[in-house]
């Protein structure tokens, strides 16, 4: 199973170069999603980071979330301990999700999806930025221009590490020694907004 989820992850990554990756988390005997309500942009994905044994996340329709029922609309699915959803299936608009372990006590969510505004269409444009080596192992060098912080997290959507740029800095240095081997996602931001996400392994 976790080979499979892996294998998902890195192929849906791909696509995925310049755009954020929200994360929702349930842990343990948790009730609600946190957070249970977020507003992204067309073309960003969506991870469940959820107990492996207490929850899953389903897309619903509305009447059937507003009484806790737990029928998919033909949406998104994920089992227990969750995982990634594609903007393939986040179109623009509201999806509503729940937890079908836990609907009846009201455990559910909501996505809102808009599409891109044309001045952050603009600030994308504007930015770029590089990696190396990758893989890397005990250092990560990364090259910005038009940004002003650099967010790492692993695929469990854990934060590793975040780093804020000097005034001018182009290029920074992160210690890496300690991150476990395995596969990352780097954030680039600007203005606390994310203008790319892409991957990056260490060996």
Not at 91 to 116: E, L, P, R
Not at 139 to 166: P, R
Request: hydrophobic residues 40%; glycine residues 8%; positive net charge.
């Amino acid at each position: 199973m976790k080979k499979i989820l892996l294998t998902f992850c890195l192929f849906t990554l791909a696509f995925a170069l310049f755009s954020k990756t929200w994360v929702i988390t349930a842990n343990g005997f948790a009730t609600e999603f946190t957070p249970n309500a977020i507003t992204i942009t067309l073309g960003d994905s969506v991870l469940f980071t959820l107990d492996p044994i207490q929850h899953n996340a389903r897309e619903i329709s509305q009447a059937d979330w507003n009484m806790n029922g737990t029928t998919s609309n033909g949406g998104f699915i994920l089992g227990e301990g969750g995982g990634l959803v594609l903007p393939a299936n986040l179109a623009i608009g509201t999806h509503y999700y729940i937890c079908t372990n836990h609907a009846s006590m009201g455990m559910k969510g909501t996505i809102i999806v808009q599409g891109q505004t044309s001045s952050l269409k603009t600030t994308r444009n504007k930015m770029s930025s590089r990696a190396y080596p990758n893989p890397f192992s005990n250092k990560l060098i990364v090259e910005i221009t038009g940004a002003d912080a650099v967010s790492i997290y692993n695929l469990l959507g854990e934060k590793m590490s975040v780093i804020f740029l000097k005034n001018n800095e182009t290029s920074i240095e992160i210690d890496t020694n300690n991150f476990p081997k395995g596969i990352y996602l780097y954030s680039v931001l600007k203005d606390g907004i994310t203008l790319e996400t892409r991957k990056i392994t260490k060996l």
